[in-house]
């Protein structure tokens, strides 16, 4: 293990969120809701927007940083910088800025993302495009033309080799949509779902129903980091990061049907640098927030992170052991993906960094430490630990 | 082995792109060995690797000098998928489809997506033996590969 790592040398000092809609449903563009967001985390941290001197992102991220900076006025921008891939990119743009600010690169780095679904690209249409070369003419033309398709096709192999039933990947779901039901926030806030819905809703794709699938929505997320330093003076509790990694494992070519460990969430390797960096185990961790776009890869994804043996599934992943306030691991409090809001997760990283405040709207109880997880299966992804 | 399809049985409706060799040609062998009728994995010439998506080098050994080896049309289902919701949403008269993941035993079991023929509805066991079936798309060019249960 390296020495010299990210541990303890910066913090989330502010969390913000523009206010979260149905896919359609904001008054105004994407634009807008990211510099809402950044505005908002910059209040919550009682500093000014003017002192926000980096941006950082993920996912391709279309409002770009200098005409942020020229909207929001910044005086200088010292960092810009996004990260590779999709949704398994929101903790590495959080490692990202923590880096920039334990270098000296910035002193304030708003990480942050915004969507409004059509505005720039649907995720959840898929590649359908014309002349789908590469990787992409190995699926698309048998009509596996989406995440939540490929993904299943990932799921459906872990399920039957671990004995895997639909009860897990139920539970997943039903937890997100039981704390939605605590946050205003949320898009499912006053819409709580029963298992008897669940069961009854369609398939989009074998073995996901509709409520295995997260939504398509409006809306942004923000969080500002800097030094563990500067951040003892400011006015929230700071989430320090205990730990943050980024990366795949051997061959994890993101869309190939080829990777050698193809019944994966891509997480064997990072879960090892993640808790070998925080010097932590799994049993310490008090709460997770892990990318819920799809129920059943986060259902692997715990297995991956050591909560239990992917054999355990069954008696883990049940829906006790994973809701506020009695469960043994708490997971995606603030309604996730799936409940909350889909702002390709930033989201999850504004509710790890409550839980360890504590003003969470599913508050564990003397939460020390809280994982955020993003992208399963799609790679590179990244993770990160904070603590307070 | 090799049934060919006529264009009324082509098992989804032609609204998806079709397959497209990538632009730098690396795959094009692959996709000119489907319209004769044959399976074909890109093989090292210096180490005898294969690697199905093919790639401009050996990911074993580095070497740029690729060959192609022929493959039988058999193999066996690795995993699937039912899709239920239409994307785009042309094929939604086509829903439900199934798409199987086919290993092949005569590759390493290096995987292939494609159809699985017949009743949609069937119950699929992973595991179960297919065989490829050849479906031409002869006005525009070009052949997917699809898969049956072995009789
Ligand atoms: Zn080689």
Known sequence: MEHNTIKDKAAIVGVGESAYYKRGGSPVPEFGLACQAIINAANDAGIKVTDIDGLASFAMEANEPSRLAGGLGLRELNFCNMAWTGGGGVAAAVANAAAAVACGYARYVAVFRALAQGQTFRFGQGTTGPGMAGLMGFTVPYGLTTPAQKIAMRVRRFMHEHKITQDALAAVSLASYHHAQFNPRAVMYGRPLTREAYDNSRWIVEPFHLYDCCMENDGASAVIVTTAERARDLRQKPAYIMAAAQGSDYRDIHDSENVPDFPSANYKHLSRRLYEMAGIEPKDVDVVQSYDHFSGAVVITLAEHGFCHPDELMDFCTLENLTWPNGKLPLNTSGGNLAECYVIGMQLVNEAARQVRGDSTCQVKDAEISMMISGSVTTPASNLILHR | ?151
């Open chain 2, 1 to 151: 082995m090799a049934t060919e399809t006529s264009g009324s049985q082509y098992y989804l409706p032609e609204a998806l792109p079709p397959p497209h060799p990538a632009p730098d040609g690396r795959d094009l062998e692959f996709w000119e060995a489907l319209k004769r009728h044959q399976i074909v994995v890109q093989r090292c010439n210096s180490c005898g690797n294969l690697q199905m998506e093919p790639e401009w080098l050996c990911h074993k050994c580095l070497s740029f000098d690729r060959g192609w080896q022929q493959v039988e049309g058999k193999g066996r289902i690795y995993s699937w998928v039912r899709i239920w919701h239409p994307v785009p949403a042309a094929l939604k008269p086509a829903c439900p489809f199934v798409v199987v993941l086919v290993e092949l035993p005569q590759a390493n079991n290096l995987r292939i997506a494609g159809n699985l023929l017949g009743d949609p509805q069937q119950p699929i066991e992973i595991g179960a033996p297919v065989e490829a079936v050849f479906e031409d798309h002869r006005e525009k060019g070009y052949t997917l590969l699809q898969w049956r249960l072995a009789r």
